[in-house]
């Protein structure tokens, strides 16, 4: 069924997607194998089909603390249907600051199945940046990639004050996917 909507989806706007087949369970496992119930409440980014949703909920989160940030409108009708008791908005990830969706909310962790290496710099800052400002001191944002390095720029991290950490490989995902762990980097403590 996902493979199906998820190639039905695709076909209709294969930029927007930007993966060639929905994420397996493997890759699902890694990406939220650090959250908990304790993390909650959490917010994720470009869910489509739901596979790292299924995981968040079998992770221990409650539906009703997810919040999905989903710009495809067939993939966020979907994940109401199937998460009807989580929040669910069409709305574009880089425009979260902006929105005023997450001003009432701090989340614990975010989980980013968006594919950044085919955004600007520039859309990827705003994602970073409003994602970071809705979060708890000591939460993670979470993102996978295909490529060799991690998807954000050392030069975006530098200025927004992140380090980026891998925290597993997956061979069992079509294609093979890396998973970084992106974090509030620790003041430096000042000597006197």
């Known amino acids: ?3 199906f909507t998820f190639f039905r989806i695709w076909i209709s706007n294969p930029l927007r997607v930007a993966a060639v087949a929905p994420s397996g369970s493997a890759l699902a496992g890694l990406m939220t194998k650090e959250l908990s119930a304790e993390s909650g ?3 994720e980014l ?3 089909t739901g596979v790292f949703t299924r995981a968040l909920l079998a992770q221990g989160l409650r539906e009703c ?3 999905l940030i989903e710009h495809d409108s067939g993939f966020a009708n979907l994940l109401r249907l199937r998460f009807p008791a989580a929040h669910v908005h069409h709305a574009d990830a880089a425009r979260l600051a902006r929105s005023g969706l997450l001003e009432d909310r701090v989340v614990g962790g975010v989980v980013s199945g968006l594919p950044l290496l085919s955004m600007s710099q ?3 800052m705003a994602i970073l940046s409003g ?3 809705s979060m708890r001191p000591g939460a993670s944002f979470y993102q ?3 490529g060799p390095n991690c998807p954000v720029p050392h030069r975006i991290l530098d200025r927004l004050g992140l380090k980026a950490t891998r925290i597993g490989r997956t061979l069992l995902n079509v294609p093979p996917a890396s998973v970084y762990r992106i974090s509030r980097r620790s ?3 000042q000597y006197l």
Do not use: A, E, H, N
């Open 1 to 3: 069924m996902d493979t």
């Open 144 to 146: 996978f990639t295909y």
């Open 131 to 133: 994602t970071f400002d």
């Open 41 to 43: 409440p959490v917010l």
């Open 65 to 67: 603390d997810l919040t």
């Open 46 to 48: 470009g869910p489509g």
């Open 187 to 189: 003041p430096r403590r």
């Open 122 to 124: 520039r859309k990827v």
